[in-house]
């Protein structure tokens, strides 16, 4: 998952930086860990988990498949945006590829600034612009053997939960 | 008579495959392949509509004229996260 690392030291975070698109596990204290920042007093984790229901049925898991090179420019441009937006000192956005499990995750947004209102902010302008625009798709495998694309994202359903 | 490769994604493999090669006779626009596309397979017609086109690593639109050796590729609704 590592890209490259600029600083063996974890406490000297904002220098790690993660391919955005990952067929390997995300390990989210790998990822947080990597993220403190002395500059930032707020860091935000999004983890975007398989849940295993999916409109009234059981989900068994699902399998994401991403037109990778344009996704992984998308989501450059995506999280360069925030991070000027927001004034945030580091940001990160890995999006999975493959079978994602039940409780696994299939993307992970970190957002650090100096204070909390920023980097709230810039995590949801990051998932919420990445799950609307980059060309990543989920297939849903059900417990009783049925598999489906999923439809384009539902989250109107769901805007003030 | 032009060939252009066409790559597709998610749902819409389910009715041409990953890559299908399409035969253009008149003009070489998007327009044309997705033409094509909704001839060769009605059912995709609704999906087909609702896709994004990408040469290159960027987005296109319909009347983009393709040049020689151009892929296309077709890119459906996001459901992504």
């Known amino acids: ?161 | 008579m032009e060939k252009v490769e066409v790559q597709l994604f998610a749902a819409l493999t389910d009715h041409f495959g990953r890559n299908v090669a399409v035969e253009l006779s008149g003009d070489q626009k998007i327009a044309a392949v997705i033409d094509a596309l909704e001839k060769q397979n009605p059912k995709a017609v609704g999906l087909l509509k609702d896709c994004r086109f990408a040469v290159n690593e960027n987005f296109v639109d319909l009347n983009y004229e393709l040049r020689d050796g151009e892929k296309i590729f077709i890119i459906p609704p996001s459901s992504g996260g």
Not at chain 1, 117 to 134: G, L, P, Q
Request: net charge negative; hydrophobic share 35%; proline share 2%.
């Open chain 1, 1 to 161: 998952m590592v890209k490259r690392s600029l600083s063996s030291h974890p406490q000297a975070a904002g220098n790690q930086t993660y391919k955005n698109i990952s067929a390997e596990a995300i390990d989210l204290v790998e990822v947080i860990s990597n993220a403190h920042h002395p500059k930032a007093g707020a860091v935000v984790l999004f983890s975007g988990e398989v849940r295993n229901h999916s409109a009234g049925r059981e989900v068994s898991y699902l399998d994401y498949e991403a037109y990778e090179a344009l996704a992984d420019k998308m989501i450059d441009e995506i999280v360069e945006t925030a991070k000027t937006k927001f004034d945030l000192h580091h940001a990160v956005c890995v999006h999975r590829t493959g079978k994602v499990a039940v409780c696994e995750t299939a993307i992970v947004v970190v957002t650090c600034s100096s204070h909390r209102a920023e980097a709230y902010a810039a995590n949801r302008y990051i998932i919420d612009r990445v799950k609307h625009e980059a060309p990543i798709w989920k297939r849903e495998y059900f417990t009783d053997g049925s598999v489906e694309w999923a439809h384009n994202c539902s989250c109107h359903n769901h805007e003030q939960h």
